[in-house]
């Protein structure tokens, strides 16, 4: 008999979001040529936060990771030692990595700012839609070439 089960998110400690910020600030910068924020803007970062919910789990043992290689909080850390610890990350644990960036840029890319920015509408992609510019289909030619790799379905 299956239960019903809610799903609690788990709350990131002050020294987990101090490390979260400090590596959303470097995979994400503020530009002033763009005029954008930077992924550890307070809006921003506070979206990051509150949006983590299933990626909880994998971001608290990503960052416990950094802090343990870091021998302590990864955000105490000068820059240089936090960009040679998140390229370990990358090194040895690709997917907690792409997690992170993951959970980053999806909400980098909601902030009004940043769509102004990229002259986007502010808007869901749907219903709409966004309209795209026709590219050179031809550069698919070479994964066509290599035909299936998957297996059909019965």
């Known amino acids: 008999m299956r239960t019903n089960t809610t ?3 788990i ?12 590596l959303a600030g470097s995979m994400v910068p503020a530009s002033g040529e763009f005029g954008v924020p930077g992924a550890d803007d307070e809006r921003i970062f506070a979206d990051i936060v509150a949006s983590l919910g299933r990626d909880a789990p994998q971001v608290t043992l990503a960052l416990a990771q950094l802090d343990d290689w870091a021998g302590g909080c ?3 850390q000068d820059p240089g030692q936090q960009a040679a ?10 997917g907690l990595a792409l997690m992170l960036v993951n959970v980053v840029v999806r909400c980098y890319y909601r902030d009004d700012r940043v ?6 509408e502010l808007r869901p992609p749907f219903p709409k839609g ?11 030619d070479p994964v066509r070439a290599r035909g ?3 297996r059909e379905v019965p």
Do not use: C, K, T
């Open 7 to 9: 799903i609690v998110p």
């Open 11 to 22: 709350p990131l400690r002050a020294h987990q979001q101090r490390s979260l910020r400090a």
């Open 74 to 76: 990864l955000a105490d």
């Open 85 to 94: 610890l998140a390229q370990r990350l990358r090194d040895e644990s690709p």
């Open 115 to 120: 769509m102004r920015s990229l002259n986007m």
């Open 130 to 140: 966004f309209e795209l510019e026709q590219g050179d289909w031809s550069l698919l």
């Open 148 to 150: 299936r790799a998957y």
